[in-house]
């Protein structure tokens, strides 16, 4: 297990230069934007305009904070997005742009590179204590808020926007929450035999 602090982030400019993104974590380490084969990361949208397109990327978003987006993708009707929808999946090498809804919003981008990676996003809201399946590959626990600890020899505490990224050595992890907490649960594996 590794626990990566939100202090500890790295943020940078968008790849279209529209905003600030925040990297949570990259695979493999130090990857660049062209040539991840998955990243997790947070951006914060201060004005409506088009996203970054990433070839051969699949691409799912959250909104964790402000009113949410209106996305136009290319050969989609326009979904609005908000902290209480379902998360969306859709191609990131697609045209893409995003109406805020009313004012900025942040959100969570999970990216993996189709032809080697495959992912899914889970929210979780607990207030009491609940076990977390992982599997083949890696598993990241994103507390959004509240405050969780992952018990063991050395427990684990995870704060606002701290993450836990655990490898395939165990089938489950507990997490307890203090009081309420909402956790994003990200399963990354490979596909046809790679990683």
Known sequence: MRILRAAEYRSMPWKNGGGVTTEIAVSPTGAGLDDFDWRVSMARVESSGPF?????????????????IILEIAGYPPTSINRATALFSFPADVQTSAALIGGPTTD??????RSRMRHSVERLSISTPAEIRTEAGTTLILCLNGEVTVPGAEPVRLGALDTLVAGSDSASLLVQPA????????RIGGISGNG
């Open 52 to 68: 970054s397109q990433f070839a051969g990327i699949d691409r799912t978003l959250a909104v964790l904070e402000g009113e949410g």
């Open 108 to 113: 969570l981008n999970v990216m993996t590179r």
């Open 179 to 186: 009081h309420a907490a909402t956790l994003f649960v990200i």
